[in-house]
């Protein structure tokens, strides 16, 4: 059964970074493509990244390209999300799903995401 638990939300200014985490077990994780999703209240999913099972291949969905960047520990089935020079407009919930694109989202299991508050 797949399990993702996304932790490492928070509230934080303008110009602040966050690193968020998605720790995930009940499939082969390192044969697997992994991806990040936000969604803000009100508005539909955005797709920010798709990384491959051995980390060499990134696809950018478009926001955030050029101050998040994700990564993945193999050894500790986990996902992260490195994000810097924040801005309100990233304000959103943040998912981790299983598999690739934005469809990984709509389709797999993912977890029960972690707010991401961008606020002076």
């Known amino acids: 059964q797949v399990h993702l638990v996304e932790s490492g939300g928070g509230t934080v200014q303008p110009g602040g970074s966050l690193r968020l985490s998605c720790v995930a077990s009940?499939?082969?994780?390192?044969?697997?493509?992994m991806t990040w999703v936000r969604q803000a209240p009100g508005r539909g999913p955005e797709w920010l990244f798709s990384i491959s099972g051995d980390g060499t291949s990134i696809t950018y969905g478009g926001p955030g390209k050029g101050r998040f960047t994700p990564s993945r520990d193999n050894a500790k089935n986990t996902l992260h999300l490195q994000m810097n020079h924040l801005i309100p407009d990233d304000t959103a919930r943040y998912y981790c799903?299983?598999?690739?694109?934005?469809?990984?989202?709509?389709?797999?299991?993912r977890g029960q995401g972690t707010q991401v508050t961008v606020s002076a």
């Open positions: 799903a299983r598999g690739y694109g934005i469809e990984a989202f709509r389709t797999s299991a």
């Open positions: 009940g499939f082969s994780f390192s044969d697997s493509y």
